[in-house]
């Protein structure tokens, strides 16, 4: 029976350390880590190599239930894939363990929380964005291609391939610009 560790930050300027270190506290034999958004279980390998690893009688811990899953359709399909291969679950900074009835129950409940808190900060951010738009400050990006210059080039009889290589785009960029469709 071995004791798996996953620690997880959202960005790549984000520092994991802290976690390691609190994991293998909690006597954790391996622990896996990576820099990816929790807000979707898509893309995160280091998790699924720890569910994927893990056998009956291990446990896999956290530092908190946010690290794990920001939904509650997530954590509930983590949890149940762990539950049917016999691996408990564990956080060191919640009353979390998912032997016990009680920490299941903290589980789902610190699960609801967490997509509450996600929701919360979208609203939020969605609002600012909304506000810095009224005000004329948020226009989004630059645009990094020039389309006068692709229009130029276009009709000197220049085809999409030539344009793309002349300029260092990509030729769908060039297609888009003109606004054709490629068959």
């Known amino acids: ?77 983590i949890v149940s894939t762990l539950e049917s291969k016999g691996v408990a679950l564990r956080a060191t900074d919640q009353p979390i363990d998912t032997s016990t009835a009680v920490g299941r129950c903290f589980l789902q409940m610190l699960g609801v929380f967490a997509e509450f808190e996600t929701a919360i900060r979208r609203e939020r951010q969605m609002e600012g964005i909304a506000k810095a738009k009224a005000e004329g400050v948020y226009k989004g990006r630059k645009p990094s291609i020039d389309a006068a210059q692709v229009r130029a080039l276009a009709a000197e009889g220049l085809g999409g391939t030539a344009i793309a290589r002349r300029l260092g785009i990509g030729r769908a960029s060039v297609y888009r610009m003109l606004g054709h469709v490629r068959a």
């Open 1 to 77: 029976m071995a004791t798996y560790g996953y620690a997880r930050v959202s960005t790549t300027d984000q520092d994991v350390a802290l976690q390691e270190a609190a994991l293998r506290a909690a006597g954790c034999e391996v622990i896996r880590s990576e820099k990816r958004s929790g807000s979707s279980t898509a893309g995160r390998t280091e998790l699924q190599t720890l569910i994927d690893f893990a056998r009956k009688g291990d446990t896999i811990v956290v530092t908190r239930i946010d690290r794990l899953a920001r939904s509650i359709a997530d954590l509930a399909s």
